[in-house]
């Protein structure tokens, strides 16, 4: 019913792009702020960038601003994150997830979560 699918990661080189998708189904993400978040072993999941329900203001961890773009699309029901400049430190799992109403970009807030997408960056 309510879920988030991630798609868009793979292998890509340093220095390459990869645009990462995050779809929704069962609800309209207009009403909600979607974040995506992070995550490589041994380290807590971070939020990486965030775009609100109203205004469309975002949110850039600062290891990625000027590199990375999120994007709504709301006739498709999906957002983006196009992230360009790859670097190692890049390599993850890549989750979305929506908040309703919200705002922030702050994991505990977010309702509703993707399976995540494996993004490596490696030579």
């Known amino acids: 019913q309510l879920q988030l699918v991630e798609s868009g990661g793979g292998l890509v080189q340093p220095g390459g792009s990869l645009r990462l998708s995050c779809a929704a189904s069962g609800f309209t993400l207009d009403y909600y702020a979607i974040g995506w978040f992070r995550q490589v072993p041994g380290k807590e999941r971070e939020g990486v960038s965030c775009i609100s329900s109203s205004d469309g203001s975002t949110y850039y961890l600062d290891s990625v601003k000027g590199r990375f773009t999120i994007s709504r699309d709301n006739a498709k029901n999906t957002v983006y994150l196009q992230m360009n400049s790859l670097k190692p430190e890049d390599t993850a799992v890549y989750y979305c997830?929506?908040?309703?109403?919200?705002?922030?970009?702050?994991?505990?807030?977010?309702?509703?979560w993707g399976q995540g997408t494996q993004v490596t960056v490696s030579s």
């Open positions: 997830a929506a908040d309703w109403g919200g705002s922030s970009c702050h994991e505990a807030e977010y309702d509703y």
